[in-house]
């Protein structure tokens, strides 16, 4: 059976700047996986072409055996492919709530008609989505927010929203873009907490970068690393930590402290 | 003192307010005149005594001493004095479905409108006008204020909607110069009118294309510039066809668009984008403002929510541009140019972006404004220029911005307190 992502030989070229090598991936239902790498390697690219804000230069991607290469990030997303960013993108004059709804667009058949006169038809699948939405909300903890603007949130919560947005496109496999970055500590525990229950009672695979090995170690089941647009190793996370190739071009500098 | 003054006052429904406003149109329809002769004023004041007291100043006393009579007085004691018999009712609407109770309460206001209106024509035209300028206004509104783009196009798509509707009432219904014999039957006119405007606002829909198109791949700045180009292309073409007039525009249409007609379609409109801009599909127009590639990622399809923005703002500019021509029964060229633009334009930052509830506070302020001070002339635009700028530095998104209408909390009874406590 051919996996649930699968991207082969994936080739991405800025201008003449080579930012992505052939890069393959293979993404089992239900499995875990991370990418890791130094700053600039091209892993926010990696994610950007396989959501297809960029069409990669060469290669195949396809989702549940079908491709969506050269599709529109909308339609790609649609089809299952849901992810958070690495500087959250929220709508800041948005309420919290109005975030988790939206999400659910492409999940609505009322089309415009039914918008302009509130149709029953339009006013049940409004009902439907709203009752969806504070079910998410309630498993990533922001219920109390709903009605607040999103930038009245504590930082942590905006994550957690910008998580359940994903979630909300009804994704089968979902995209962490530094699902930790700039958390504290605290708060870094209850993200792993989050992202196992959302493995676990979503059912769905999760594919991130992440900066903290600790986190990445601990979630992973397989790990690549990037190194200018070239996976240099791919593993299990006790492989990579001690792959000397990652070591000197990753992990070699956290080692002499 | 004024604090305690609104608490006594917070207890009056809308129904209650509406009774007082009643009152107080009965009071002018019936004592108007004698009120005014007591007070040495020539005639019934037209405008709340505005144009009086700038030209004669001698008179502001009489004059706002007949406002205290007739209407402040009326509607604070009717409203204040019946609150417990009008919450009961309140509460009686409340329990109703939510389109009837608004139904009545639209129709109560109409009825209060069409009084105080029905005393001169210059009080009709005005009150015609700024409903027009509360359709124009809150359509621009769901390009630059839910949307998000500086549409500068929008005399542009009212001007394709007051000409297409024109010229369609001219072929069909009416005897004129331009285009000869009607073809069909003048008395169908009035009922085929809805579908006259109805095709003018789709031609302006079609026309707002050409700003739509651009705008997937540029925004802000560059895109104000195209729609700005959009104006100026619609204003010299119609300028050069000289089938339809050209530069001295078309007149004698018939008089469609009388203040029932205005008053409905303006209701629809609101009705309509509020429904549009509560739903997910109008949601989406705020998500691709605040930050389309995440809308993007989300499945939201930008495209067609940018050309469905365009186009639905651009649809009720022409509908308003319809009633325009039919209500002046007389259009040209002129009209849609950069001063309608800065008009509107100064109307919805007025009122507040994104929020239909300061859309109609902005345009029927700034068209009261503009009437009222007509007598002061060339200071009227020194005026209001400096209220447009005070707003700005106090409330930097306008009055009301980023609210919703919430209709029912509008409507509801105001003698328990709301759940939430508070206040």
Same mark, same amino acid.
């Given at each position: ?94 309420? /919290? ?31 439907? /989505? ?11 903890? /922001? ?72 986190? /990445? ?41 | ?163 297409? =509707? ?130 993007? =990622? ?66 029927? =302020? ?58």
């Amino acid at each position: 059976m051919a996996p649930l992502l699968s991207v082969i030989d994936m080739t991405h070229y800025f201008g003449g700047l080579c930012a992505v090598n052939n890069f393959n991936l293979a993404i089992e239902p239900g499995q875990i996986k991370g990418l890791i790498g130094p700053n600039g390697a091209g892993k926010t690219t990696v994610f950007n072409l396989i959501t297809g804000v960029y069409t990669p230069t060469e290669g195949t991607i396809e989702l549940m055996g079908k491709n969506i290469k050269g599709l529109e990030t909308h339609r790609i997303a649609a089809k299952g492919l849901g992810r958070t960013f690495q500087n959250l993108a929220l709508w800041r004059h948005m309420n /919290v709530l109005d975030h988790i709804r939206l999400a659910h667009y492409s999940q609505l058949s009322y089309g415009l008609f039914g918008a302009f006169f509130g149709t029953p038809k339009c006013r049940e699948q409004e009902e439907q /989505v709203i009752e969806n939405s504070y079910k998410l909300l309630q498993i990533f903890d /922001v219920k109390q927010f709903a009605t607040q603007n999103i930038g009245n949130l504590p930082y942590g919560a905006q994550r957690r929203v910008e998580m359940a947005r994903a979630m909300a496109t009804n994704p089968k496999v979902l995209f962490l873009d530094e699902p930790t970055a700039g958390m504290t500590p605290d708060e870094l525990i209850r993200m792993i907490e989050i992202i196992r229950q959302v493995h676990r009672d979503f059912g769905v695979a999760i594919f991130l970068i992440e900066h903290r090995m600790k986190f /990445v170690m601990e979630l992973c089941e397989s790990i690549q690393t990037l190194v200018f647009g070239e996976v240099i190793a791919e593993g299990p996370p006790e492989e990579i930590q001690n792959n000397p190739e990652v070591i000197e071009a990753y992990l070699g500098k956290e080692d002499v402290h | 003192m004024i604090k305690k003054f609104f608490r006594i006052l917070s207890v009056v429904p809308l129904a209650g307010w509406l009774l007082g406003g009643f009152t107080a149109v009965l009071i002018e329809y019936y004592l108007g005149d004698l009120i005014s002769y007591y007070l040495y004023l020539p005639k019934v004041p037209v405008l709340f005594g505005t144009l009086i007291m700038l030209k004669e100043p001698q008179l502001i006393p009489s004059a706002l001493a007949y406002n205290l009579i007739v209407y402040i007085l009326p509607i604070l004691l009717v409203g204040r004095l019946l609150a417990p018999v009008m919450n009961g009712l309140a509460a009686l609407l409340e329990k109703m479905p939510l389109w009837l109770a608004t139904i009545i309460h639209l129709a109560a206001f109409y009825g209060i409108l069409h009084m105080w209106a029905g005393i001169n024509d210059y009080r009709v035209l005005v009150v015609k006008l700024t409903m027009i300028a509360i359709i124009l206004t809150i359509s621009l509104n769901i390009i630059n204020g839910y949307q998000g783009e500086f549409s500068c196009s929008h005399p542009g798509f009212m001007a394709l909607g007051a000409y297409a =509707s024109s010229t369609l009432t001219l072929l069909l219904f009416a005897n004129d110069k331009m285009f000869g014999e009607a073809l069909l039957n003048p008395a169908l006119g009035p009922w085929l009118f809805p579908v006259v405007l109805f095709i003018g606002g789709i031609v302006a829909a079609l026309g707002s294309l050409i700003v739509a198109i651009p705008s997937f791949r540029t925004r802000g700045d560059y895109l104000a510039i195209i729609s700005l180009a959009f104006l100026f292309i619609v204003k010299s073409g119609i300028e050069n066809l000289e089938i339809i007039g050209g530069p001295r525009g078309m007149s004698s249409q018939p008089n469609y668009a009388t203040l029932p007609v205005v008053f409905i379609w303006m209701s629809l409109c609101i009705w309509i984008i509020h429904n549009f801009t509560t739903s997910v599909m109008g949601k989406a127009l705020n998500a691709v403002r605040d930050n389309e590639p995440a809308a993007n =990622s989300m499945t939201v399809n930008t495209r067609k929510t940018k050309m469905t923005a365009f186009m639905f703002g651009a649809f009720w500019a022409g509908v308003a541009g319809g009633l325009f021509a039919h209500v002046l029964r007389y259009v040209n060229p002129g009209t849609f140019g950069l001063q309608k633009l800065a008009e509107i334009l100064a109307m919805v930052y007025f009122g507040g972006l994104n929020s239909i509830y300061g859309s109609i506070v902005g345009a029927v =302020s700034i068209s009261v404004l503009g009437e009222a001070l007509r007598p002061l002339q060339l200071f009227k635009w020194i005026i209001i220029p400096l209220i447009l700028i005070l707003v700005m530095i106090f409330r930097p998104h306008g009055l009301i911005s980023f609210t919703e209408l919430n209709v029912k909390e509008v409507m509801r009874p105001r003698n328990k307190e709301r759940s939430e406590g508070g206040e």
